[in-house]
T-cell receptor
Framework: DAGVIQSPRHEVTEMGQEVTLRCKPISGHDYLFWYRQTMMRGLELLIYFNNNVPIDDSGMPEDRFSAKMPNASFSTLKIQPSEPRDSAVYFC????????????FGPGTRLTVL | GESVGLHLPTLSVQEGDNSIINCAYSNSASDYFIWYKQESGKGPQFIIDIRSNMDKRQGQRVTVLLNKTVKHLSLQIAATQPGDSAVYFCAEKGNNNDMRFGAGTRLTVKP
């Protein structure tokens, strides 16, 4: 199994541009999570899906952020318009439905907004 | 609100010594905890987990201890090796099956 796949691995963009981050979860996993990691705030849960349905998006910082999961094998996190304070590493993780849910993390996308 | 936090942001140990990383949690209803290891440039990786009906669980060179009375979790690494250098996070299962992560502790192993 290739694990959780994220693309791109690195993204550098200018303030005001739209950014789209992509994630392919592990096949058969029912949960998908998007996290943001910064030095100041650590690892923050942004949103997660269960069977492609958003369950909790209370961690999404503002309306500029949106996430979709059109099918079980693909999710996107979009920032429009991007701002320098959005610079961070964004992780996608997936897990199985179970009472105990080890999450498998992707390698992350390092986003830099100039 | 409820949160997970760590006592120490950094820990430095000699190679071969044992390491202990601590974590305090505030949600007394939490019934499942995980320790993750994050190496530089990589995503967090599962190390070991523990359910609230246990107070100790052992893996290969790692032991997790849970003290529900004081809401404290610890990770013990035996015979610490340079490859153990990383940031370690504790995480607790939230009410909606999500996991809430602590701030992390950076472990540095000196040769």
């Amino acid at each position: 199994d290739a694990g959780v796949i994220q693309s791109p691995r690195h993204e550098v963009t200018e303030m005001g541009q739209e950014v789209t981050l992509r994630c392919k979860p592990i096949s058969g996993h029912d949960y998908l999570f998007w996290y943001r990691q910064t030095m100041m705030r650590g690892l923050e849960l942004l949103i997660y899906f269960n069977n492609n349905v958003p369950i909790d998006d209370s961690g999404m910082p503002e309306d500029r952020f949106s996430a979709k999961m059109p099918n079980a094998s693909f999710s996107t996190l979009k920032i429009q318009p991007s701002e320098p304070r959005d610079s961070a590493v964004y992780f996608c993780a997936s897990s199985l439905i179970s009472e105990y849910n080890e999450q498998f993390f992707g390698p992350g996308t390092r986003l830099t907004v100039l | 609100g409820e949160s997970v936090g760590l006592h120490l942001p950094t820990l430095s140990v000699q190679e071969g010594d044992n390491s202990i990383i601590n974590c305090a949690y505030s949600n007394s209803a939490s019934d499942y905890f995980i320790w993750y290891k994050q190496e530089s440039g990589k995503g967090p990786q599962f190390i070991i987990d523990i359910r609230s009906n246990m107070d100790k669980r052992q893996g290969q060179r790692v032991t997790v201890l849970l003290n529900k009375t004081v809401k404290h979790l610890s990770l013990q690494i035996a015979a610490t090796q340079p490859g153990d250098s990383a940031v370690y996070f504790c995480a607790e299962k939230g009410n909606n099956n999500d996991m809430r992560f602590g701030a992390g502790t950076r472990l540095t192993v000196k040769p």
